[in-house]
């Protein structure tokens, strides 16, 4: 069949571009699974409620012709790709070499290692663990114990030697053994999907540049490369007042592959490759955005575009880079780092301020989610109006103090 021919032909043209996508398990499943899929990033991870909500969008605006999911790739070892039923030919094997990209990422970008091995294992075993406790202590003291572990892995993102998390699963006194576990699943599993959250636009972009190069290089008939083209065109499509993680992601990685001379969606020479493979391995979206975003790419995409103005313009790339930073990785989520932990005292936290004041009714609120399962003070260094600001919560009411 022309599918398995082409199919066969892309991953042999994957290797030979250098792409680690080798040994991809491909898996068909209909619409309503990979939506499901989509929500939850595992099929068979644990449920709640939050990602109800988020499911029932997906599905809304997949029904109303808004999204369509291709495929969905997992970060497991061997890798596991979900394919739509129904995708033609040509969606297929764009499909393949497009998870190639994605394959090679998980395998090789700093960020990402250690990550997929035993993923497949362990994400199923924390589902079945879970409705254990929910079986065994009732469903109400489970939810509740999740909604504060899942408030934390929020607010206070699980990543450094000591997380907000990571210190209370450690040393909260007022938790039950069987709650300390459920805070270390939810931390585990936001560490394995924050990684996917903290480089979505260099992992998109990367997938997106060489499935544009291996479905060039496959010598397509006139009608399929049409049918590709469209395809593609669709993938990178911009939507007013919004950003496309596909489109920037590729257009910053043609741009530093321009930089050796290698043309949009062409062959690159070795100097190009060389640091196209080096931005792979090193980076994130944020050290990706700092270091490659351009005025070219920020006019081309019209990113950030003022309407008010005569024409419109896009915004300088100094605006379009902070509003990206912003917006990626957990940005948009206050940073919060611990300074001491010892069980049975104070729990001293401090807010990385980044010129954005904290929602102060908001983070009262968080702190005392923290101290039922702390079981001791917590205090919170932060600021507000420019001012040092430290909030304290004891158990009874919180206590703000400016210095």
């Known amino acids: 069949m022309r599918r398995d021919e082409l199919g066969r032909r892309a991953q042999r043209l994957a290797q030979e571009f250098g792409l680690d996508g080798a040994g991809i398990q ?89 990550l997929a091995e035993g993923a497949a294992r362990r994400l199923p075993l924390h589902r079945r663990r879970l409705q254990e406790y929910g079986a065994r202590y009732g469903e109400r003291p489970l939810e509740e114990t999740l909604d504060r572990a899942l408030l934390l892995e929020q607010y206070c993102a699980p990543f450094g030697p000591e997380d907000v998390l990571g210190a209370v699963a450690r040393g909260g006194a007022a938790l039950q053994g069987w709650q300390r576990n459920c805070l270390e699943i939810v931390r585990e599993e936001g560490i394995y999907f924050r990684a996917q959250q903290r480089t979505k636009i260099l992992n998109e972009g990367w997938a997106t540049f060489w499935h544009l190069r291996i479905m060039r290089a496959l010598d397509l008939a006139p009608g399929e490369y049409v049918e590709f083209a469209t395809l593609h065109s669709q993938i990178v ?71 008010g103005e005569a024409g419109g313009r896009a915004a300088t790339v100094e605006e379009a880079r902070d509003a990206l930073l912003l917006a990626v990785g957990g940005g948009s989520r206050p940073q919060v780092e611990v300074e001491q932990a010892d069980a049975g005292l104070t729990l001293r936290l401090r807010h990385l301020h980044d010129g954005r004041d904290l929602d102060l009714p908001e983070a009262e609120a968080v702190l005392g989610e923290i101290q039922a399962m702390w079981g001791a003070p917590v205090q919170l260094e932060t600021a507000a109006a420019g001012q040092r600001l430290v909030l304290r919560h004891d158990g009874g009411a919180v206590t703000r103090r400016t210095e």
């Open 237 to 307: 499509a911009l939507a007013p007042g919004r950003f496309n993680p596909y489109a920037l992601g590729l257009a910053m990685l043609e741009e530093i592959a321009a930089d050796y001379g290698a043309g949009p969606g062409g062959d690159a020479p070795r100097e190009a490759l060389e640091a196209l493979f080096a931005v792979r391995r090193y980076e994130d979206d944020a050290a990706f955005l700092r270091n490659h975003l351009t005025q070219q790419v920020v006019d081309r995409l019209e990113l950030f575009l003022r309407r």
């Open 26 to 114: 491909f898996f068909r499943i209909p619409q309503i699974t990979m939506q499901e899929l989509a929500t939850y990033g595992f099929l068979g991870r644990y449920g709640h409620w939050s990602r109800g909500k988020t499911y029932h969008r997906t599905r809304m605006q997949a029904n109303l012709g808004l999204q369509r999911f291709y495929e969905v790739i997992v970060n497991t070892e061997p890798p596991q790709a979900y394919v739509l039923e129904g995708n033609g030919a040509i969606e297929d094997v764009t499909v393949m070499a497009h998870v190639a990209g994605h394959a090679d990422f998980f395998r090789q970008n700093l960020w990402m290692q250690g």
